[in-house]
């Protein structure tokens, strides 16, 4: 049994590779799913100044828990068991540690399709991921 990771982020980009993945299951294909959901580290002094270290820990788990209701949605409607987590840092080596720690191999990964400067930030975790893991990564657009 193949073990999948699938970084969600929102995008309607990560749900096409949910739905990939239900697919792939569906014509027979033995996968264990695993989502994953990276939210930023919030560095700004400003915002550390005003909110209690309790406070943007819930609103982070807030964020990841919309982010990742969709793709839950659709895995649990189609009868598809999975894990879901969600963890903070710099999104590509949060992935591939998850990846490496865990032993799944990060096969699907949403590209998003954005305007060039946020596609550039936000196409760099796809890329990011690809250099520190040593196993297979399929980009879903």
């Known amino acids: 049994m ?6 969600i982020d929102g995008s309607e980009t990560a749900l096409r590779a949910v739905r990939w993945v239900i697919e792939q299951i569906r014509a027979g294909v033995n996968h264990q799913v695993s989502l994953l959901n990276v939210q930023p580290e919030i560095l700004s002094g400003h915002a550390r ?3 209690t270290k309790t406070d943007l820990d819930a609103f982070m788990a807030e964020q990841a828990q919309e982010q990742l209701a969709p793709a839950q949605k659709l895995l649990t409607e189609a009868n598809i068991p999975y894990e879901s987590s969600f963890e903070r840092g710099h999104a590509p080596m949060v992935i591939a540690d998850h990846a490496k720690k865990a032993g799944i191999r990060p ?4 590209h998003r399709g954005l305007n060039r400067v946020s596609g550039l930030l936000l196409g760099s975790v796809a890329t990011g991921v690809l250099h520190p893991v040593d196993v297979p990564v399929t980009l879903i657009k």
């Open 49 to 51: 100044a005003y909110f």
């Open 107 to 110: 096969d699907r990964d949403g």
């Open 2 to 7: 193949a073990r999948i990771l699938i970084p």
